[in-house]
């Protein structure tokens, strides 16, 4: 579903990320961690062209996202994105943030687009969140509605950008479970994230990256078990 390949990135003469090279297939769940400032968001961006990238390709669903001639508006809204601070629209309702995109981009009638918003919202726990604005919500809340929102264009894959961290340690499961869910009915999602909990629970790979670089690319149990870099063993001992 998605394959990077060697791909760097340079912000004017920093390069921030060095190769790269990884896939996450239909229905995987692959989980990135690293230290701050090793390029995780950056890498993950590349994925719907958030940030463009020099060189290297990245192919989404058959697609290449760096291609001249690429209908990225269309490729965006195929792939889920949600970050660490939401990024509802505050000055719209919850159904609104939740239809907006789906009548814009896919062109869906304004009913079609409610009835899809509010059973998503269902879903995360928030229907009676409906006519509230997203200042009115919790952390937790809002990020469960900016899930929502992702889904409610049928996205092929999810792209999570360090989801919870933004959270009040009791906030943090409630976002959580929901992605576990997700993770469970197959949705494909390549997920930012230092929550080892869920990396153990439901990846199928872990990446680990240091310095713009892809240094462990391994299945969770080679991860929790013997990674093979010492930053990596230096990582998991400070977190875990
Ligand atoms: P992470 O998500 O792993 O914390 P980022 O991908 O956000 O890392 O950033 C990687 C590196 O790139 C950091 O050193 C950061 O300071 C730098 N960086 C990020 N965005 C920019 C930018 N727009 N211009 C210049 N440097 C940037
Ligand atoms: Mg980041």
Known sequence: MIEINKVSKWYGSFKVLTDCTTSVKKGEVVVVCG????????????????????EGTIMVDGISVGAKGTDLPKLRSRVGMVFQNFELFPHLTITENLTLAQIKVLGRSKEEATVKGLGLLDRVGLKAQAAKYPGQLSGGQQQRVAIARALSMDPICMLF???????DPEMVNEVLDVMVELAQEGMTMMCVTHEMGFARKVADRVIFMDQGNIVEDCTKEDFFGTPRSERAQLFLSKIL
């Open 35 to 54: 230290p701050s400032g090793s390029g995780k968001s950056t890498l993950i961006k590349t994925v719907n062209m958030l940030e463009p990238f020099q």
């Open 161 to 167: 950008d360090e989801p919870t961290s933004a959270l």
